[in-house]
């Protein structure tokens, strides 16, 4: 990983996590875990790009064991913050994690599911993103799970809005086989966009896709807040639809993230 996201530790609940369309966004993930983890044989799980461990706390109240890793050393410590806030250290370990240069002997147990939520698979290159679908066959049990949630190379609102600003390289900025600085509050980060079938491909020798679901495709990205917390009934009808929607693996290309669910054959 090429920069940490210390900066952004403080400020990315209220930015994010906590935003409507965070919130709403996260709630479509969730529904779709509580389907899957039922499934699982066991109740260990390895969250990479764990951010400030919203996630992690959210599988803990359900019973499992997480090991929260991320790159930011200040993410990590906002996760253990909330494990202790919320009493949950016995479940929760943070752990630092660069996804450049995972080995499966860091650890000394096997995941019955691995979990990626919100893009932080796209800060990582295709070659390493390939390595990283090799690795993750050994941190896992037998019939364990890989989750990610990834942002495609497409995204509907995200080309209309700037279209619409008369902004057309932002417009079509994803569309492209290379690196993409993104700006992250005040600090420019790569970033790399990857399309379901990608993931696919570069995971078919291992996994088998269970699913893929859209996420964020009529609810629109987080930084159209302002616009939407205006109207709150339009906002009301565009995640009725969005539960509508998430169901078409075929529109998992099109949305602001897709969520791909990897079993291990």
Same mark, same amino acid.
């Given at each position: 990983m090429a920069v940490p996201f210390d900066h952004i530790a403080t400020s990315y609940d209220s930015h994010f996590t906590r935003s409507i369309i965070g919130q709403l966004q996260r709630k479509q993930v969730w529904s779709y875990l509580e389907k899957?983890? $039922?499934? /699982? +044989? #066991?109740?260990? &799980?390895?969250? /990479? +790009?764990? #951010?400030t461990g919203e996630d992690a706390i959210l599988f803990s109240e359900k019973g499992f064991n997480i090991v929260a890793t991320d790159v930011s050393e200040e993410m990590l410590k906002i996760t253990a913050q909330k494990a202790n806030q919320y009493s949950m250290q016995n479940k929760i370990t943070s752990h630092y994690l660069d996804l450049d240069s995972v080995d499966e002997t860091v650890f000394d147990k096997k995941f019955d599911l691995i979990f990626s939520n919100f893009g932080g698979l796209n800060c990582i290159s295709p070659e390493s993103m390939q390595k990283l679908l090799r690795k993750i066959p050994g941190l896992l049990s037998p019939k364990g799970r890989f989750v990610g949630v990834i942002m495609p190379k497409f995204c509907l609102w995200e080309s209309l809005y700037f279209i619409l600003k008369f %902004? !057309? !390289?932002?417009a !079509? %900025? %994803?569309?492209?086989?290379t690196d993409v600085m993104a700006d992250l509050q005040g600090v420019t980060v790569k970033t790399w966009y990857y399309r379901p079938g990608q993931i696919k491909e570069w995971s078919k020798n291992d996994f088998k896709c269970v699913s893929t679901r859209p &996420? #964020? /495709? =009529?609810? $629109? $990205?987080s930084y159209l807040e302002k616009f939407l917390i205006k109207r709150p009934g339009l906002l009301h009808r565009l995640d009725v639809l969005e539960?509508?929607?998430? *169901?078409?693996?075929?529109?998992? #290309?099109? =949305?602001? *993230?897709y969520l791909i669910d990897l079993r291990l054959k």
């Amino acid at each position: 990983m090429a920069v940490p996201f210390d900066h952004i530790a403080t400020s990315y609940d209220s930015h994010f996590t906590r935003s409507i369309i965070g919130q709403l966004q996260r709630k479509q993930v969730w529904s779709y875990l509580e389907k899957v983890t $039922p499934q /699982l +044989n #066991g109740l260990e &799980i390895l969250e /990479l +790009n764990c #951010g400030t461990g919203e996630d992690a706390i959210l599988f803990s109240e359900k019973g499992f064991n997480i090991v929260a890793t991320d790159v930011s050393e200040e993410m990590l410590k906002i996760t253990a913050q909330k494990a202790n806030q919320y009493s949950m250290q016995n479940k929760i370990t943070s752990h630092y994690l660069d996804l450049d240069s995972v080995d499966e002997t860091v650890f000394d147990k096997k995941f019955d599911l691995i979990f990626s939520n919100f893009g932080g698979l796209n800060c990582i290159s295709p070659e390493s993103m390939q390595k990283l679908l090799r690795k993750i066959p050994g941190l896992l049990s037998p019939k364990g799970r890989f989750v990610g949630v990834i942002m495609p190379k497409f995204c509907l609102w995200e080309s209309l809005y700037f279209i619409l600003k008369f %902004r !057309f !390289f932002k417009a !079509f %900025r %994803r569309w492209t086989s290379t690196d993409v600085m993104a700006d992250l509050q005040g600090v420019t980060v790569k970033t790399w966009y990857y399309r379901p079938g990608q993931i696919k491909e570069w995971s078919k020798n291992d996994f088998k896709c269970v699913s893929t679901r859209p &996420i #964020g /495709l =009529a609810l $629109p $990205p987080s930084y159209l807040e302002k616009f939407l917390i205006k109207r709150p009934g339009l906002l009301h009808r565009l995640d009725v639809l969005e539960k509508k929607l998430n *169901h078409f693996e075929i529109l998992s #290309g099109m =949305a602001d *993230h897709y969520l791909i669910d990897l079993r291990l054959k």
